[in-house]
């Protein structure tokens, strides 16, 4: 059993916030499953793709919508959105679409990409739903590290194949599906949401040209890098990552969007974590 799974922290975490499952579609067999936690007076509170688990989607519009509604059950008008790989190609996508009456207030955007073409895969994309569970784990575990890794990044590893053996074929294909349909990021349509991107140095599934453009996509985004931390920084470099959160988050207090309760974290506390935090990672934050 992987460290991750079996770590004090995580099992806390298992045992104290519950797992939600709400139905907001029409079709019953469509569950979002999420961890609900944090201060209940924040209104304008940071979702993340993952671990925030979507139902079966096919197409783009159809999980906007299905995201919508969400928000809409949750009562929440606007969110901050960290957004990881596919999670923050979805986490743009539903920006531009609710462009028009902004439900995103934020983006955080970690390994993710802004065209799906960079996959090459557009012309198989119609055929995912057709393929047998176990050829889609292993299109997926392709683009795992392979190779020598510290053995936090191990953990990771371990951590998301176990996750990915949970998965149904209609997940799976779905996924893949949203991964690789033909799509791209309309950047005009968000270009007022303030965005911070966050990436790795060392390998990942995310090529140095995708990154190039997300970098051209976002001209004015924050920038937050890793020197380590492959394709799951959020579980290998954890305190990292969260450091890079609060920072982005920071610019937000004392409005209404405030994400963070002022009582939990003091802009001390930040700085000294940000020091020790550039001791070994650069960042443009």
Known sequence: MGAIKVSPDYNWFRSTVPLKKIIVDDDDSKVWSL???????IRCPIIFLPPLQYPVYWDLLEFCDGFRKLLDHLQLDKVHIFGASLGGFL????????????????????????????????????????MPGFMLKKIVLGNFTAGPVDPKMADAIDFMVDRLESLGQGELASRL??????????PHKIKEVPVTIMDVF??????QEAKEEMYKLYPNARRAHLKTGGN???LCRSAEVNLYVQIHLRQ????????IDPAMVSAEELEVHKTRVENGNEEDL
């Open 35 to 41: 961890y609900d936690a944090g201060p209940r007076n």
């Open 91 to 130: 986490a743009q996508k539903f920006a531009e679409y609710a462009h028009k009456s902004p439900r995103v207030h934020s983006l955080i955007l970690c390994n993710s990409f802004s065209d799906t073409s960079i996959f090459n895969q557009s012309w198989t994309a119609s055929s995912f739903w057709l």
């Open 177 to 186: 599906t949203l991964n690789c349909q033909n799509s791209y990021v309309e």
């Open 202 to 207: 060392d390998h990942s599934a995310l090529s």
């Open 232 to 234: 799951f920084p959020y």
């Open 252 to 259: 937000f207090h004392g409005t209404r969007y405030a994400a």
